[in-house]
């Protein structure tokens, strides 16, 4: 058994904060300033330009991907990390299409996160050869599947509300139709057990600083499937995914494995951090935390509906179609938003009218939700979202 009293012990949270919010920004982890500063000084301080062999730094985005893998199921060799997610569905996205070249559909579903359909519509613009994305209802995916379909692109748990789409049976429909499947994992790496081989999904990608705690502007990872790998070109062919970058020959030549897609250089600080924060799952059975999860997102909806019956859930009522975050949805809901946050209980808001709340139960129990909820009917109660303070936009919300 999982002991999330241990877990929890390795977050530095401020002291009386309810932090419902792991799902847009995980908590610092305990030892993550430490390994940033002796990265800093013992390894760029002291090594300087050395550091690239003796400190490792090289094989650091295959040696995290080999700690994200057991997390989505990955087998080893499978993940490597680096740039942003919506870089990764880009490189996703046009290596897939190049495995159908006679198709020319891209299916998604109009819940996707904005900028995952703003990257395909990009790609789509650029390849200029009459690709077309197409947005269905996410009820509606399974049904649209057809032989026009060159790649499938979801992500598998809506940003906004959790609902979750079924990894396994979406694929299976895409396959039998002959199409190449992409999942982005944003809301589900380190929410729940995944697993991307037993599924066979072809492609997949994640943030890291949601529930896997890497910090603001931790790199992404990218998956592909290791049968696929070879027959994938990276798209954004950059030296760190060439077979010998240190060859600088003249010819670009992928690196045989996951490796090719890698870009650049990496962020070796930040990504240090992460690599820290991965070290937290050591001990973490993913049954177990998916248990916990549920039991935290039945107890929240049970509560907040019992005592807040003016709010609406806009999250799936069912535990088995939801991922690890609750949303309800509230006509002045940034303004309850801003004042639940005055009061220490932090989630967020997603336009036009849905109130998030994330509960990652490596540092999340029953406390917190019976506290969030307290928080909620009392802000209710008092009218104290008709504050002006309240209402006004900040740039994140
Ligand atoms: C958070 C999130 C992103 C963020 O992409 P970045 O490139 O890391 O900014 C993309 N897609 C989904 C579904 C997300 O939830």
């Not at 998604?108 to 359909?117: A, V």
Request: glycine residues 10%; contains cysteine; proline residues 6%.
């Amino acid at each position: 058994m999982t002991d999330f009293a241990v877990t929890r012990a390795r977050f530095r949270l401020p002291p009386g904060i309810v932090y419902l919010d792991g799902n847009s920004l995980g908590p610092l982890p305990a030892g993550a300033a430490e390994r940033a500063r002796q990265v800093i000084e013992a390894e760029w301080g002291a090594m300087l330009i050395g550091a690239w062999n003796r400190a490792g730094w090289m094989e650091q985005p295959r040696r995290v991907g080999e700690r994200i893998a057991p997390l989505i199921g990955a087998a080893p060799g499978s993940v490597v990390v680096g740039d942003t997610l919506s870089v990764k569905i880009y490189q996703a996205l046009a290596s897939a299409l190049e495995m159908r070249p006679g198709r020319r559909t891209v299916l998604s579903d109009s819940g996707n996160f904005p900028t995952d359909l703003y990257i395909a519509d990009g790609l789509l613009a650029s390849l200029g050869r009459g690709h077309a994305l197409k947005l269905v209802a996410p009820e509606a995916v399974e049904q649209a599947i057809d032989e026009t379909v060159a790649a499938i692109m979801l992500t598998h748990v809506d940003y906004r509300t959790g609902r979750m789409h079924d990894m396994e049976r979406l694929t299976a429909r895409a396959h039998a139709a002959g199409a190449v499947v992409i999942w982005d994992l944003a809301h589900s790496a380190g929410a729940m057990p995944l697993d991307l081989a037993g599924c066979r999904a072809d492609f997949a990608a994640g943030c890291t600083y949601k529930y896997l705690n890497g910090g603001p502007g931790a790199p992404a990872f990218i998956y592909v499937r290791p049968d696929l790998i070879e027959q994938a070109r990276p798209a954004l062919s950059g030296w760190m995914g060439h077979a010998a970058p240190f060859a600088f020959d003249r010819a670009y030549d992928p690196a045989p494995g996951i490796e090719r897609m890698r870009v650049g250089t990496p962020p070796v600080i930040q990504m240090s951090v992460l690599e820290t924060a991965l070290e937290i799952w050591e001990g973490v059975d993913l049954v177990d935390l998916r248990r916990r999860s549920v039991e935290l997102t039945e107890l929240f909806i049970a509560e907040v509906e019992k005592r807040c019956p003016r709010l609406e859930l806009a999250s799936p009522r069912e535990a088995g179609k939801r991922g690890s975050q609750v949303s309800f949805r509230f006509d002045e809901g940034y303004a309850v938003m801003q004042a639940l946050i005055a009061r220490g209980v932090v989630g967020d808001f997603r336009a036009p009218d849905i109130m998030r709340f994330g509960f990652a139960p490596l540092y999340i129990g029953e406390d917190d939700v019976l506290a969030a909820v307290e928080a909620l009917a009392a802000v209710l109660a008092e009218r104290a979202f008709e504050r002006p303070e309240y209402r006004r936009r900040a740039a994140v919300t």
